[in-house]
């Protein structure tokens, strides 16, 4: 992509956001004159830059919104949820196409007939203005397609025009027509027109043409360049002459539409004289007339003060005189006063118009105009509303500012580093009891130790720093739903106004990505579930909006996040009677279970108490999946619900992902790993008391069945214990105890744990490996899978 | 004072995009660029930099095209250094404030990126012999 459109699509990308917010915010405080300049200003910004590039249906809706904005600053109009609701879909389309460009680089193609809705919707309030046409706004709308075909273009072949020329006509669309002659010694000068001709953007078509007569044999370079080349494209004029800027007099450029096609199919072309756009030196002519008038223009309004007239006097004498230069004559100011800046300037001027008029081929200034302007018709603020310091501020302050923006993949490369420095770093203290034990040399392995403690305090402070850097604050995650939360809202038909606190509290980036879902899920359940119709909450005395609440908070190594609803609450009783219709439990524990409990049912995998499936929360995702997701993390969930009052559903989940603290400990030799935070204690038994249950090893611990499984046995490596005595790993796995048959256990360690790849990629039993410090590889266990697997096993 | 003869040119506006563009064209066409977001960013570079020629956006946050202008040609700035105003606006009324502000050429953008160029070119050919007024 080129650079250019790459740098349009962030910042449209970045500004679409700053739309988004902005609009959710007015509809709560619709009359900050600041915000509804920073939301046009957005808008105005997107529009201009658009009119770089050839998408024309970008423009004209930017446009459309623009225009309503503007009038809604003016204070013309008073916005309302329906004009923000159509500005939030236009805005919404845009996004869409920005990201069809993103990896087309061009609109869709539905882009004209969606764009045209929102348009007519967006220009309805203000006052039935709905002609999605771009003519009608603006003293200069899109630059005129030229009139007449020059001859050239007949190169492309009259079928091929005859049916452009229809399907121009059938979408009002234009094309911009190229000749490009390369001089023949162009090799020579380093130029590859081949290759720039492959640069050209969006081409429909294109014909080399050869020239009328080749030379004869004996007199024939291959070395010289004797075509010229004729295309169409859909790419901008602009964008075209960036192209060609280091050819500008070998090519011409033509914008086209249905009228000249046909005129030049139909033989009328030849009589008129050719519409193209010529570079060359015509244009410094042109270029020169309008410096030397807005040079009169300027004298004509010179202030009184002298300070500033004086700086004005003199800068049009430097512009005069560059002008004169350019155009070879010298010119004398005796006095450098206005008086003498303006004599040569009129002078100059009529030179020039001498000079012009011995030139018949000179296009006519208008079009000249007509075509440097481009499909950006403005109705831009004239006030100096702009001086509004408004939030302008942190928006032109972001430039200036300090933050760099760095690609993720950057980032955990630097992880990674850091983990290898943990291992390189680890290595030391191995080396320091090779020194004492091997070589008998106690003051070396004391040095190094010393070392290590140096070492291993400036690794820690760097992984902390690098940690630091993935840290993103909760907000990243809480961005989505101001807009999910009205738009729900209104389609519910219920009114909730949510409220979100702690969004400064910072959490990985991984955990920030992860938590997405589940938080979205959590509050879809809230309001499609938990909040009731304004009219059931008022007539069970509560205020009719309801509020949803999204907090967070860090506490130690983790984030806590609630999410906590002022509605109904979990009816306890419905929720055991659906449980056990759905045989989740059973008849005994329908008496039994207490009311606190009954909530946990809902975490049971496909429950889902709502009587009807909605399109909002659906059917089938039920909080199983939240909490499948959450415990993925390493996170917890819990929930409270009282009848009535509201529903809080709990997320825990540590700071941060990259590194994992991993208990290690060895079965028939090799050792293994499992998340320390899964770990309950480690025990040591008398090998006859282990017994057997069905076909289950089991251990009684404080009175309690704790089942035991034989991992080597799981892993068929051979292994049998030895000894009088067994050690037990006991962890927490899937909500019950696990022991875990261990050789010999080692000590803990902060690993990063990085995926499994190659052979072993595909094996569920390992949720990874880390490299130890002896550079040994650590194979991290997924406790439930090997228990899957124990369990087939058996 | 710098010896480098290399024209420098101040691009003025709060759209990346726009900056990006301007700088690819001008520092093709073999200008030093340098860019500012807004007026009064614009105003304390040049109170520090003698540009060879500025190229302002109209409507900008904290201080607009105008008014930027304006305060370039007055003191302490007081620079004589070509300025083109480049805008959405096409009105009269709108290159009357430009002329008035002290701007030396109006253009409506999009701009015709090769013009730029040509008119930059043009308006720098004399600022070699620029003399640093004490």
């Known amino acids: 992509m080129n650079p250019l459109l790459a740098q349009f699509l962030a910042e449209a990308d970045d500004l679409l956001s700053q739309v988004d917010e902005g609009l959710l915010r007015l509809e709560r405080e619709p009359h900050d004159a600041d915000l509804v300049n920073e939301v046009f200003r957005a808008a105005h910004t997107i529009k201009g830059s658009s009119g770089l590039f050839d998408f024309p249906e970008l423009t004209r809706l930017t446009h459309a919104a623009e225009d309503l904005l503007d009038a809604v600053r003016g204070g013309r109009l008073e916005l309302d949820a329906t004009m923000t609701d159509d500005l939030l879909a236009a805005f919404d389309l845009m996004r869409g196409w920005l990201a069809h460009v993103t990896t087309t680089e061009r609109l869709p193609s539905s882009a004209n007939a969606d764009g045209a809705v929102l348009i007519g919707r967006l220009r309805a309030p203000l006052g039935g203005q ?14 005129a397609p030229a009139a007449t075909a020059p001859q050239w273009v007949g190169a492309l072949g009259e079928e091929w025009l005859e049916t452009t020329a229809s399907w121009l006509e059938a979408t009002s669309a234009s094309l911009r027509f190229v000749r490009y002659t390369p001089e023949e010694d162009c090799y020579f000068r380093g130029e ?52 060609f800027r280091y050819v500008p007099e070998q090519v011409e450029i033509a914008d086209l539409g249905a ?15 050719e519409a193209g756009i010529r570079l060359g030196d015509a244009e410094q002519a042109q270029d020169a007339r309008a410096l030397l008038e807005a040079a009169l223009h300027v004298l004509s309004a010179l202030p009184q003060e002298a300070a500033a007239r004086a700086a004005r006097v003199s800068s049009v004498e430097r512009a005069v005189q560059s002008v004169a230069r350019a155009l070879g004559r010298d010119v004398e100011f005796p006095a450098h006063d ?3 800046v303006e004599a040569a300037a009129r002078a100059l001027l009529a030179a020039l118009e001498t000079a012009v008029v011995a030139e018949e081929a000179v296009p006519a200034p208008a079009e000249e105009t007509v075509r440097s302007l481009a499909p950006a018709g403005p109705a831009e603020e004239t006030a100096p509303a702009a001086l509004h310091p408004a939030d302008g501020a942190a928006d032109g302050g972001k430039v200036g500012s300090r933050t760099l923006k760095v690609e993720q993949e950057k980032v955990d490369r630097l992880m990674e580093l850091v983990g290898e420095l943990n291992v390189a770093k680890n290595a030391l203290t191995f080396l320091a009891a090779s020194a004492e034990e091997e070589f008998g040399n106690r003051i070396l392995g004391r040095r190094i130790k010393d070392q290590y403690a140096g070492m291993h305090r400036i690794a820690e402070e760097l992984q902390a720093a690098v940690m630091d850097v993935r840290m993103l604050p909760l907000s990243v995650a809480f961005a989505r739903f101001p807009r999910l939360v009205r738009d729900l809202g209104r389609k519910l038909g219920k009114s909730v106004e949510l409220v979100t606190d702690g969004e400064d509290t910072m959490a990985d980036k991984d955990v920030i990505e992860a938590l997405g879902d589940p938080l979205v899920h959590l509050v879809r359940n809230s309001l499609d579930h938990g909040v009731e119709a304004p009219r059931v909450r008022v007539e069970a005395g509560k205020e009719a909006t309801a509020t949803i609440r999204l907090t967070a908070v860090s506490d130690g190594d983790a984030v806590v996040i609630e999410v906590a609803d002022d509605g109904a609450g979990v009816d306890p009783e419905r929720v055991k009677r659906k449980a056990y219709e759905k045989g989740l439990i059973t008849e005994e524990q329908l008496e039994t279970l207490p009311e606190a409990e009954a909530v946990n049912l809902l975490f049971l995998p496909g429950f889902s108490t709502a009587e009807t499936v909605s399109d909002v929360s659906g059917r089938g995702v039920g909080m199983d999946a939240v909490k499948a997701s959450v415990e993925r993390l390493g996170g917890t969930v819990t929930m409270r619900s009282e009848r009535g009052a509201g529903t809080v559903v709990r997320l825990r989940l540590p700071l941060s992902m990259a590194v994992t603290q991993v208990m290690v400990f060895s079965v028939a030799g090799q050792r293994f790993g499992v998340p320390v935070d899964a770990v309950v204690e480690t025990v040591r038994v008398p090998a006859g008391e282990i017994g057997r249950v069905l076909r289950q090893e089991v251990i009684q611990l404080r009175g309690e069945v704790v089942p035991v499984v034989d991992l080597a046995g799981t892993l068929r490596m051979p292994w049998s214990p030895a000894g009088a005595t067994r050690d037990v790993l006991v962890m927490w796995v899937g909500g019950q105890k696990v022991g875990l048959l261990v050789e010999r256990f080692h000590r803990e360690v902060d690993v990063i744990l990085k995926p499994m790849e190659g052979l072993l990629a595909d094996h569920p039993a390992f949720s990874g490996t880390a490299l130890l410090g002896d550079g040994l590889v650590l194979l991290v266990l997924n406790m439930k899978e090997v228990l899957g697997v124990a369990a087939h096993a058996a | 004072m710098s010896t480098d003869r290399t024209p420098h040119v101040l691009v003025v506006d709060d759209a990346a995009t726009v900056r990006y563009y301007h700088r690819q064209l001008l520092s093709e066409a073999a200008f030093r660029v340098s860019e500012a977001v807004n007026g009064l960013e614009a105003v304390e570079l040049a109170l520090q930099t003698p540009f060879d020629l500025f190229v302002v956006d109209v409507n900008m946050p904290k201080m607009d095209g105008y008014a930027c202008v304006e305060a370039l040609r007055g003191e302490p700035v007081g620079t004589d250094a070509p300025i083109i105003m480049v805008s959405t606006e096409d009105g009269v009324h709108d290159a009357d404030r430009a002329y008035a502000a002290g701007a030396n050429l109006y253009l409506v953008k999009p701009v015709d990126g090769a013009r730029l160029v040509r008119l930059a070119t043009m308006l720098t050919a004399t600022a070699p012999v620029r003399e640093e007024t004490p």
Do not use: K, N
């Open chain 1, 130 to 143: 709905d002609s999605p046409a771009p003519a009608g706004h603006g003293p200069q709308a899109a630059p």
């Open chain 1, 192 to 243: 590859d027109p081949l290759h720039l001709l492959r640069q050209v953007p969006a081409a429909e078509r294109f014909v080399p043409v050869t020239p009328a007569a080749w030379p004869q044999a004996a007199e024939y370079d291959e070395y010289a360049c004797l075509l010229s080349f004729v295309l169409a494209t859909r790419a901008a004029t602009g964008e075209l002459e960036y192209l």
């Open chain 1, 259 to 273: 009228t000249a096609l046909t005129r030049l199919l139909a033989g009328e072309a030849a009589a008129v004289a």
């Open chain 1, 338 to 340: 206005a008086e003498s």
